[in-house]
Nanobody
Framework: QVQLVESGGGLVQAGDSLRLSCAASGRTFSSYVMGWFRQAPGKERDFVAHITRSSGYTFYADSVKGRFTISRDNAKNTVYLQMNSLKPEDTAVYYC????????????????WGQGTQVTVSS
């Protein structure tokens, strides 16, 4: 089992950058595929990005491709989401998630979730 705690959210202006962090408990962090999702008010939780166990493969939603970068540091049990050129439509609660399987772009692919961190982008 793994516990996840996100941090780094906040209020920024359009065009700004933010880096989200997700710290994981336990010694087996490197055995999980890690993902980031987001949920805007009144909308479903959407996939943002995921990264494989050894960082060898990353995958992004089209809406963030070229602007967001997911990375991980297995020595620090932490996964990151660097968000550049933020837009108002990026406003959402951002969640990190862990998958003991293959991961993927569906929320049901992930068994463990953090509590979320709010990102608000003003125009």
């Amino acid at each position: 089992q793994v516990q996840l705690v996100e941090s780094g959210g906040g209020l920024v202006q359009a065009g700004d950058s933010l880096r989200l962090s997700c710290a994981a408990s336990g010694r087996t962090f490197s055995s999980y595929v890690m993902g980031w999702f987001r949920q805007a008010p009144g909308k479903e939780r959407d996939f943002v990005a995921h990264i494989t166990r050894s960082s060898g493969y990353t995958f992004y939603a089209d809406s963030v491709k070229g602007r967001f970068t997911i990375s991980r540091d297995n020595a620090k049990n932490t996964v990151y989401l660097q968000m550049n050129s933020l837009k108002p439509e990026d406003t959402a609660v951002y969640y990190c998630a862990a998958s003991g399987g293959y991961g993927g772009s569906r929320s049901t692919d992930y068994a463990y979730w953090g509590q979320g961190t709010q990102v608000t982008v003003s125009s």
